[in-house]
């Protein structure tokens, strides 16, 4: 299963996240010439679409990760929130930067059990996916020294739907700056034990943002 054409039309400020219940919808058509292919749409409680996607189903096989020879740097992910990073405690996801070039970097990712999630059944892990998100976020502010957000992706394909994460995950996030506006980049996650590719990330934009504040907590 894949979600490709992943856009964000508008952001989605939640200044009463945690306080009170917020209501969304999501809308899904199917596309005619497409079999196995829907529409999704993000609305918010005025209406208004935040998010649009395309699903799709079907499987082929992962092409292989990148192997990768970048600077070690062994930095932990707690030097890095408040800072680089403004999530808070339940999505501090990334646990190790371990190497960081200019092509790219590596981490160790936590999921949402460490991070004291309540037990859910996800086809994929969502602190992982934000996890990824973050350290595009870190080496894009290597890169530009500037901070990014995502803001378009062509395609997250979940290989192993449902996997169990017991331990940290590796991720790799292999790309290049689109000039100073931003980055754009692949990036895996990996299970350590087993080499297998749980998910990939195709595509994933990041752009400067002079709104995106490097203190405070999302959660």
């Not at 595009?136 to 530009?144: C, D, F």
């Not at 997250?156 to 940290?168: E, K, N």
């Not at 980055?183 to 943002?209: F, H, K, N, P």
Request: with cysteine; charged share 20%.
């Amino acid at each position: 299963m894949s979600l490709q054409k992943m856009r964000v039309r508008r952001g989605m400020p939640l200044p009463d996240y945690g306080t009170r219940p917020v209501r969304l919808r999501v809308r899904c058509e199917l596309v005619p010439d497409r079999p196995h292919t829907g529409k999704l749409a993000l609305y918010d409680a005025e209406g208004a679409v935040r998010f649009v996607a395309e699903a799709a189903a079907g499987r082929a096989q992962p092409a292989p990760y990148p192997l990768v020879n970048w600077p070690a740097t062994d930095r932990a992910g707690q030097e890095l929130y408040g800072h680089e990073l403004f999530h808070g405690p339940f999505f501090a996801a990334v646990q190790t930067v371990r190497q960081m070039g200019e092509t790219g970097a590596t981490a160790a990712l936590l999921g949402s059990h460490a991070l004291g999630w309540q037990a859910g059944s996800w086809r994929l892990d969502p602190a992982l996916i934000d996890g990824a998100l973050q350290l595009a976020r870190v080496w894009g502010y290597a890169s530009l020294h500037k901070p990014t957000l995502p803001t378009a992706c062509e395609r997250l394909t979940i290989w192993h739907p449902g996997f169990a994460v017991r331990g940290p995950l590796r991720c790799i996030v292999q790309g290049k700056p689109i000039g100073q506006a931003g980055t754009r980049c692949d990036l895996w996650l990996i299970d350590e034990d087993s080499c297998m590719t749980v998910a990939e990330i195709q595509g994933l934009e990041m752009y400067v943002s002079s709104e995106a504040p490097l203190g405070g907590s999302e959660n």
